[in-house]
Antibody, heavy 117, light 110 residues
Framework: QITLKETGPTLVKPTQTVTLTCTFS??????????VMWIRQPPGKALEWLAL???????RYSPSLRGRLTISKDTLKNQVVLTLTNTDPADTGTYFC?????????WGQGTLVTVSS | QSVLTQPPSVSAASGQKVTISCSGS????????VSWYQQFPGTAPKLVIY???KRPSAIPHRFSGSKSDTSATLDITGLQTGDEADYYC???????????FGGGTKLTVL
């Protein structure tokens, strides 16, 4: 059974850096063509892609957030970490991680991050 | 403004068929695979179609996907009240080097 779970702070102040961790099980991020993606969803709004890391450590970032995002993986811990710097209230939303294999075939439950002073 | 365009809402009667469209361009739908996701309020999205038309094993045959040129379509037949959800299309955009999603379509089963 494949599972993913997002953890991180629920409340951050503007300009702070938020670090989110995706801990997964049931698959390995060393397997060919497998990736882990981060997606966020502001309250009542659409999905927004943030970043993607592949099994071979290839990394891709949303052009609109490039420079503020960093994605990394720890294959021994089965974790993918996303950091977002210089946060703003517009970064408030639910952050999901998902496995990319045949589409985004498995998602975590999401974690709500609120950026507010 | 989403790169992929979906109607904000669609509706159809229980038991009937509904079609949800997703319009893009050559750099996304035109040359890359499309996936579709179902999302109930307060929950994570769930994959219902990948690679334009393939269905995960747990997804009923009532769900089908297709693609033509720069547009993709999700069809749901035999509508049930349990199908009421938001549906999103997504694809890789080769020009943007980014994953792009549609704005989502709210399905109402009458």
């Amino acid at each position: 059974q494949i599972t993913l779970k997002e953890t991180g702070p629920t409340l951050v102040k503007p300009t702070q850096t938020v670090t989110l961790t995706c801990t997964f099980s049931g698959f390995s991020l060393t397997t060919d063509r497998v990736g882990v993606m981060w997606i966020r969803q502001p309250p009542g709004k659409a999905l927004e892609w943030l970043a993607l890391i592949y099994w071979d450590d290839d990394k891709r970032y949303s052009p609109s957030l490039r420079g503020r995002l960093t994605i990394s993986k720890d294959t021994l811990k089965n974790q993918v970490v996303l950091t977002l710097t210089n946060t703003d209230p517009a970064d408030t939303g639910t952050y999901f991680c998902a496995r990319l294999y045949q589409g985004l075939d498995t998602w975590g439950q999401g974690t709500l991050v609120t950026v507010s002073s | 403004q989403s790169v992929l365009t979906q109607p904000p809402s669609v509706s159809a009667a229980s038991g009937q068929k509904v079609t949800i469209s997703c319009s893009g361009s050559n750099s996304n739908i035109g040359e890359n695979h499309v996936s579709w996701y179902q999302q109930f309020p307060g929950t994570a999205p769930k994959l219902v179609i990948y690679d334009d038309e393939k269905r995960p094993s747990a997804i009923p045959h009532r769900f089908s996907g297709s693609k033509s040129d720069t547009s993709a379509t999700l069809d749901i037949t035999g509508l049930q009240t349990g199908d009421e959800a938001d549906y999103y299309c997504g694809a890789w955009d080769s020009s943007l080097s980014a994953v792009v999603f549609g704005g989502g379509t709210k399905l109402t089963v009458l």
